[in-house]
């Protein structure tokens, strides 16, 4: 009698955790795969929209030349746009080939302000100090889309206040690891925020291909320093009333780590910053639902949800478990996550890769596994940002 109980308390806790990942997939899923209403097209407005492009960039020498370049060209003759580079702590030839490039170059050394948050105060603070409207942010290690920037600037101009453009994988052939970071930056980074966009909720930030106009970054300063800056702003924006918009048709290609080490840096840093920001913003985002601030209810279930490699391992329990309806459960949440990769790999990766992302997924859960501590040392209060090494070399791509 006491193991029975005891197994349906463990059912419970596992519904639980898993709870909340579950009805976040399986709303924003079905909301990205409803087809859009068709609207009249917008006429490009005419006047000039001054907008400036942030590119916080630590020790990127290899890689920040291509990335100035491919925004310089993916701008128009008629647009007004500065490029404007935060050389951050650098010990590399960063600021020279960013300005060799075509860009304004800011330095910043100063080891106690160490992580992209201040790079990204500093940048604001000197875009806003001259005419430009906006500010683009990009990471160093990216290049954008052709029309990228005039479509954020045609955005901007018929009434946005923020903006996220499509955020995925630039060299998903280099390994299995950036295969399956290609499936899984789709899903997180285009099905979720289309859904978003799709239901008028806020679309959110993924620190990369974001935009901010100046009168939001003059009433809500980017006073954001944690190891997870992005999502720490945008539930001050959330909490402010302002929604980020959703830019489907700009997309911005991001470098991911090949190696184990770099992954290994990069995962524990995305994780356990939004374990600390979890821990930190959920009770406030619950306290405002229960006070009837219902815009605040996908916010929160997005940060109490878990990573889908967790996801699976938990609901992986719950089907070996003797409860008919945790098994049931488990069932139903195994084919939710099926929906959301489905839909990730529809005019994304195909199904060849998707198959070959799928089945590394195994090895992935374990290492993940293997590397929580460190995840859980990223999630203090007083974790350091730590860089993401590059391991591939940069060939024009």
Not at 59 to 74: K, P, Q, T
Not at 123 to 138: C, E, H, K, Y
Not at 217 to 228: E, K, Q, R
């Amino acid at each position: 009698m006491i193991l029975f109980l005891l197994i349906r308390a463990v059912g419970v806790v596992l519904v639980v955790a898993t709870l909340p990942l579950l009805a976040e997939l399986l709303v924003l899923t079905l909301a990205a795969l409803v087809p859009m209403a068709r609207v009249k097209d917008e006429s490009e407005q005419p006047e000039a929209f001054p907008l400036s492009v942030l590119i916080p960039a630590y020790n990127e020498e290899a890689l920040i030349g291509r990335c100035v370049r491919s925004i310089l060209d993916s701008t128009s003759s008629t647009c007004s746009t500065e490029v404007l580079v935060v050389a951050h702590n650098c010990s590399d030839a960063t600021a020279a080939e960013a300005e060799a490039a075509g860009a304004r170059v800011l330095v910043l050394n100063d080891p106690a302000r160490a992580g992209k948050g201040w790079a990204l105060n500093l940048g604001f603070a000197a875009a806003l100090a001259g005419p430009s409207q906006a500010v683009l942010v990009i990471d160093a290690d990216s290049v954008v889309c052709p029309g990228m920037v005039e479509a954020v600037q045609q955005k901007f101009k018929r009434g946005a206040r923020a903006l996220q453009c499509r955020y995925e994988v630039h060299n998903s052939q280099d390994s299995w690891r950036t295969n399956l970071m290609t499936l899984a930056l789709r899903a997180f980074n285009v099905i979720r925020p289309r859904g978003r966009a799709r239901l008028g909720l806020s679309a959110g930030i993924f620190g990369n291909g974001f935009a901010l106009h100046r009168d939001v970054i003059s009433s809500i300063p980017y006073g954001a320093f944690s190891v997870v800056e992005d999502l720490e702003y945008h539930l001050k924006l959330i909490r402010a009333g302002i929604r980020v918009e959703f830019v489907d048709t700009a997309t911005v290609l991001g470098e991911m780590p090949v190696s184990a080490k770099g992954a290994r840096v990069q995962r524990a840093r995305w994780e356990g910053g939004r374990l600390h920001i979890m821990k930190q913003w959920a009770p406030r985002l619950m306290g405002g639902v229960l006070r009837g601030q219902m815009t605040l209810l996908e916010p929160l279930l997005d940060l109490l949800a878990l990573p889908i490699t967790s996801e699976v391992s938990l609901l992986m329990v719950a089907a070996c478990l003797p409860l008919t309806w945790l098994r049931w459960y488990a069932l139903v949440g195994f084919a939710i996550l099926l929906l959301h990769v489905t839909a990730a790999s529809i005019g994304g990766p195909g199904l060849w890769r998707t198959m070959k992302a799928l089945m590394s997924a195994p090895a992935h859960i374990l290492w993940k596994l293997l590397i929580f501590p460190e995840i859980w040392r990223a999630s203090r209060a007083n974790a350091l940002w730590v860089r993401t090494n590059r391991e591939s070399p940069v060939d024009g791509r």
